[in-house]
């Protein structure tokens, strides 16, 4: 895929300028239930469908050092109008080889990161009105499916795996949803990508998402 | 780089457990052990519908309703996959028409009531069948159920937690969550098959009762225990023999865990309830028939409930005969410090300035 420098940040998913950044359709499967982290969630989902969201439209950009990955998809659901709570909420995420993992980037992305070979996950979600004290976006280490923790200094967390470079923009026309998520660009020695994401009107959170099974490995563009 | 242990998704070891005993023959439902909790953890945003601890009246849909269809635990050794409890199955976090009342110039006229945002919180709550009970008149019975976490000796919760954030204490086997590592994804909540983990909306993140283990680091009883206006719920090791939970849950067999046939091997106990006897259609006592169905009461503690209710009943006789009672005097408790075991110091020789507190709860001072 390609990653378009522009000369402008773009920050939201509706920047006229997203109109000169080629995007790519990428397919999405779901997270394979033998790779779930423990055998509670194994057993709870081997009969339950799960990665729902088959596919989503990509874009990756590229302005002064910072990357903007602008994600569309079709979710199950539109926002509640009942003025309840929704359980769990949408949610899609980027991830990037982890610098320093043992196993390098060799791994496959579809686990979203293994104890051998980490990933850096930017993760977004869609927070309810009472979450309104937190980031939408931020930087996790991914070991596995769901097996997330906040970036420490002894996980080597400079950019682009720094917490506080990672932001997002979402819009929603009724299923659709389309999310920009940014942060500083990760190291040129990993020019590779995968993504996930979450129905959450289909309870889907830590590893029960769908998600590409191949890295999408990025490309400089003009 | 920092990885996250395949050992960390299961059990620990714990080289202490630190055990409680709820006598159900003293409980009265004042809820005064609820609100001890509620007002010193769960008074935040995001917290409204928490109740770590709660009274629930049996036989009832308790809290969450209908908590006991609701799945989770373990059999042969697998764990059992569970319903997540809403939060309007809670009973939501009530809201009031305040506004409306105090504001809106209609003080006269609009009372206070709660509004229902939706979701049927206001449909439900901690306490809502309370005192309702089993039976009919003149047979009705209830009896009270006070509920917490039962910082089990193997938790589910701990097992389903994908991030390793949820633990078992070592030091004294409290269940715990580190919050700064917890998700919010809420296997935890699902697996737990008591439903005694509850959901922080506003900030994400699940929560639980922490056994008020800033409170025993301090040598000071749980807030529910020490609150607890009727004496009845004990604190310590079941594994020191001449502790009274021990001699109450080993020795003398008359303190039960609840619902033992989830497999998690709780570490809260409770001394079931004895009952009144029945009433014949002409008002007349049978003699033969407590009013609390033994069936119901096996429901609840599993089939040693019979032997325990014997064994109080045995030692009634005997007292009411002139003899002495070891048990009887232990569940009496004349010395309102033997409930603590350890932990009887009293809060409010401690150093409570708010900076000191915030460090014990692992927030910063505002």
């Not at chain 1, 300028?17 to 239930?33: D, F, I, N």
């Not at chain 1, 926002?79 to 991830?95: I, K």
């Not at chain 2, 709820?22 to 008074?43: E, H, P, Y």
Request: aromatic fraction near 10%; include cysteine.
């Amino acid at each position: 895929m390609r990653v378009t420098a522009v000369t402008d940040p773009l920050d939201s998913p509706t920047d006229p300028g997203w109109e000169a950044v080629p995007r790519e359709a990428v397919p999405l499967a779901p997270v394979p239930l033998d790779a779930q982290p423990n055998a509670y969630i194994r057993a709870a989902w081997e009969d339950r469908p799960y990665g729902l969201v088959s596919g989503a439209d990509v874009a990756v950009a590229r302005n002064n050092g910072r990357l903007f990955v602008r994600i569309e998809w079709s979710g199950s659901t539109g926002p509640a109008t009942n003025g309840s709570l929704p359980e769990f909420t949408d949610s899609a995420g980027v991830f990037f080889p982890a610098p320093g993992g043992s196993g390098g980037n060799a791994g496959p992305p579809a686990t979203i990161g293994t104890r051998e070979s980490p990933v850096t996950l930017w993760l977004w979600r869609d927070l309810l009105p009472v979450q309104r004290s937190l980031p939408a976006a931020r930087a996790l280490l991914g070991c596995g499916p769901g097996v997330f923790r906040p970036l420490s200094e002894t996980d080597g967390a400079k950019s682009p795996s720094d917490n506080s470079s990672i932001s997002a923009t979402s819009q929603r026309e009724g299923l659709r949803w389309a999310v920009v998520i940014s942060g500083d660009a990760p190291p040129a020695d990993a020019p590779r990508m995968g993504l996930a994401v979450w129905d959450g009107a289909n309870d889907e959170r830590a590893g029960i998402a769908a998600v590409t099974h191949q890295w999408i490995e990025l490309e400089a563009g003009a | 780089m920092t990885a996250i242990s395949e050992s960390q998704h299961g059990t620990t070891g714990t080289s202490a457990q630190v055990s409680m005993v709820f006598d159900l023959n003293k409980c009265m439902g004042c809820q005064t052990c609820s609100i001890a909790c509620k007002v010193l953890w769960t008074r935040e945003e995001g917290e409204e519908h928490h109740w770590w601890m709660k009274v629930n009246t049996q036989p009832g849909l308790g809290s969450p309703k209908g908590w006991e269809q609701m799945g989770g635990g373990w059999k042969n050794g697998r764990p059992v996959p569970g319903h997540q409890p809403t939060r309007a199955e809670f009973g939501g976090g009530w809201e009031f028409n305040y506004d409306e009342v105090f504001y809106g110039g209609k003080g006269r006229n609009v009372h206070l009531r709660p509004t229902d945002t939706g979701d049927g919180s206001t449909k439900w709550g901690m306490n809502w069948d309370e005192d309702q009970g089993g039976g009919e008149y003149p047979n009705a019975y209830y009896f009270y159920l006070p509920r917490l976490c039962n910082h089990c000796t193997h938790p589910v919760c701990v097992a389903a937690c994908p991030t390793g954030a949820m633990y078992k204490r070592p030091e004294d086997g409290a269940v715990l969550r580190d919050e700064e590592i917890c998700q919010g994804s809420r296997f935890c909540m699902e697996a737990c098959p008591y439903k005694e983990i509850y959901f922080n909306y506003a900030r994400g993140i699940a929560q639980h009762c922490i056994l008020c283990f800033p409170r025993l680091e301090e040598g000071v009883a749980p807030a529910c225990a020490r609150q607890c206006p009727g004496r009845l719920v004990f604190v310590g090791s079941a594994d020191d023999p001449a502790g009274p939970i021990h001699r109450l849950v080993h020795e003398w067999e008359v303190a039960l865990p609840l619902h033992p046939e989830y497999g998690t091997e709780p570490n809260i106990f409770y001394v079931p309830p004895l009952s009144p006897y029945r009433l014949h259609d002409d008002m007349s006592i049978d003699y033969e028939t407590p009013r609390i169905p033994p069936e119901y009461l096996e429901s609840l503690f599993g089939p040693k409930v019979h032997t325990a209710l014997a064994r109080i009943k045995s030692e009634l006789d005997t007292v009411r005969s002139g003899g002495t009672s070891e048990i009887l005097d232990t569940l009496i408790v004349y010395r309102w410090h033997e409930l603590f075991g350890p932990y009887t110091t009293d809060p409010a020789t401690l150093d409570r300035r708010p900076e000191t507190v915030a460090v014990q709860i692992g927030t910063k001072p505002a």
